[in-house]
T-cell receptor, first 114, second 112 residues
Framework: NAGVTQTPKFQVLKTGQSMTLQCAQD?????MYWYRQDPGMGLRLIYY???????DKGEVPNGYNVSRLNKREFSLRLESAAPSQTSVYFC?????????????FGEGSRLTVL | GENVEQHPSTLSVQEGDSAVIKCTYS??????FPWYKQELGKRPQLIID?????GEKKDQRIAVTLNKTAKHFSLHITETQPEDSAVYFC???????????FGQGTRLTINP
């Protein structure tokens, strides 16, 4: 089992460009998440999907959109990238409902916006 | 609001000594408190968690204690080893919003 797989691992964008981060899990988990990690800020929730067909905003949703394509896949889109979105992005999944059980993280995607 | 404060931000201990990291949370309805370990360049991984109906939980050299009245919980690592060097994150659930909020992280360094 691969667990949680996210692509790309590294990306450099110019301000205003768009891109999509892809995430897939093969553990048959119901819930999926996107977090960003910045130095000294911990992990902050951008969006989550409690089940296929639903998405909800987290702590820092501005500037992002998500799509829960099916049970396995949850993508994060930056429509017009800004330098403030330079960060490491982690996708995660859980078998339990959000906030109630273990999160399984992907390896992370390092995004730099110039 | 939903807030988790974690202290200290950095901690350095001698190998074999104990390390303690503390977190406070804002919502008295929070009922799930996990701890994650993130080694350099790696993904965060769960090391231990506790639910609000339990005051303490142990797993070999690590333990977590919860004080619901004071709204704080702590991670205790005994007999520290070099492989314990990592960043540790606490988190708390926020019931109404169905989500987990993380603390800012503690960088633990074990000195040989």
């Amino acid at each position: 089992n691969a667990g949680v797989t996210q692509t790309p691992k590294f990306q450099v964008l110019k301000t205003g460009q768009s891109m999509t981060l892809q995430c897939a899990q093969d553990m048959n988990h119901n819930s999926m998440y996107w977090y960003r990690q910045d130095p000294g800020m911990g992990l902050r929730l951008i969006y989550y999907s409690a089940s296929e067909g639903t998405t909800d905003k987290g702590e820092v949703p501005n500037g992002y959109n998500v799509s829960r394509l099916n049970k396995r896949e949850f993508s994060l889109r930056l429509e017009s990238a800004a330098p403030s979105q330079t960060s490491v992005y982690f996708c995660a999944s859980s078998v339990q409902a959000p906030g109630t059980g273990e999160l399984f993280f992907g390896e992370g995607s390092r995004l730099t916006v110039l | 609001g939903e807030n988790v404060e974690q202290h200290p931000s950095t901690l350095s201990v001698q190998e074999g000594d104990s390390a303690v990291i503390k977190c406070t949370y804002s919502d008295s309805a929070s009922n799930y408190f996990p701890w994650y370990k993130q080694e350099l360049g790696k993904r965060p991984q769960l090391i231990i968690d506790i639910r609000s109906n339990v005051g303490e939980k142990k797993d070999q050299r690590i333990a977590v204690t919860l004080n619901k009245t004071a709204k704080h919980f702590s991670l205790h690592i005994t007999e520290t080893q070099p492989e314990d060097s990592a960043v540790y994150f606490c988190a708390a659930s926020f019931q109404g919003a169905q989500k987990l909020v993380f603390g800012q992280g503690t960088r633990l360094t074990i000195n040989p």
